[in-house]
């Protein structure tokens, strides 16, 4: 994303440096802005390379939105509260086109959290204060480990981009029993990054969860064995091979399914499969090799 030269995010960058070493020179520590105006131009200086430091908040905004009018002055007054340990980025869409182009921003307003250089979390909307103080909670809490007391990034916190706060919440949703809270969790993330391949695999692993609560392994097996055509026992008993770790089992059931059934039975099997191969990696050996006979089945 090239939204101003190269050179004039270095000039930027240098102009910053020596305003700061003047002003330790004077004895007085630098000024430090909690929130700042970006454009077209200064974005790469002011956000992206920013961020390689300290979170930066990104609130997309428009003179002619009403609900930006109430989400601002919040972001703002709770900038100003924070003491520098992230920093708020306002972004005027309508003057500065390529910004919210490259960030694909759909309707206003649109909050983002820059760290290291990427999009790690966000909303769109305008909501309530302690909504907003939540979210950053939330936030500032999964960035923890790669922040030091005052918002700069520390040396032990790793070369890699921290975890989405979503995914996060969803995973220790997950730890906690709270299913429904780690779904909403996974399509809060996958509401704004639908390649996610990790809150893929999570919502369809709760999926099988929610699925399989309440169910005998050793009930359901026994009797879908003695009840090859049943399709739903077939279908509870593929969730439970799958929960207890016999992918192929499960995916062969299925698949045999397929070949047995026609029209919406048929379509109802295969569609629960697809589900099922959405629990793991679409690289997964087991996965590939069922597609290839989901294939031979159905055509």
């Known amino acids: 994303m090239d939204l101003g030269a190269r050179k004039q995010a270095l000039e930027a960058q240098a102009r910053r440096e020596a305003a700061a070493a003047q002003a330790k020179a004077g004895g007085a520590p630098p000024p430090t802005a909690t929130v700042i105006d970006v454009t077209d131009q200064t974005f790469t200086a002011e956000v992206i390379e920013r961020s390689m430091r300290v979170p930066v908040i990104l609130d997309l905004w428009a ?19 924070a003491g520098g340990r992230w920093v708020l980025a306002k972004v005027d869409v309508d003057a500065n086109p390529q910004i919210s182009q490259a960030l694909r921003v759909q309707s206003i307003p649109t909050v983002l959290a820059i760290f290291q250089g990427q ?15 939540q979210w950053l909670g939330q936030l500032m809490e999964a960035l923890a480990q790669y922040l030091g007391p005052v918002g700069e990034q520390t040396a032990e916190a790793g070369d890699g981009p ?16 709270d299913l429904d809270a780690a ?29 399989t609560q309440g169910l005998d392994q050793a009930q359901v097996l026994s009797a879908a064995a003695d009840a090859p055509d049943d399709i739903e026992l077939q279908l509870q008993a593929a969730d439970l091979e799958m929960l207890a770790g016999s992918v192929e089992s499960a995916f062969n ?14 379509d109802r099997v295969r569609t629960h499969l697809i589900g099922l191969f959405d629990t793991l990696p679409t690289a997964d050996p087991a996965v590939a090799k069922a597609r290839r006979s989901l294939a031979n089945a159905l055509f």
């Open 119 to 133: 999009a790690v979390t966000g909303f769109q909307g305008a909501i309530p204060e302690a909504q907003v103080r």
């Open 183 to 211: 779904e909403a969790a996974y399509e809060r993330l996958l509401a704004r990054a639908p390649g996610n391949a990790d809150a893929k695999i999570g919502l369809a692993g709760v999926g099988l969860l929610k699925r």
């Open 162 to 177: 921290p975890a989405d706060p979503d995914l996060l919440a969803a995973e220790r949703a997950v730890e906690e029993g």
């Open 253 to 266: 059931r299925l698949i045999g399914l397929v070949r047995r059934t026609a029209g919406d039975d048929r």
């Open 63 to 81: 003179t002619w939105c009403e609900p930006c009018k109430q989400l601002s002055p919040v972001l703002e007054k709770l900038a100003a509260e």
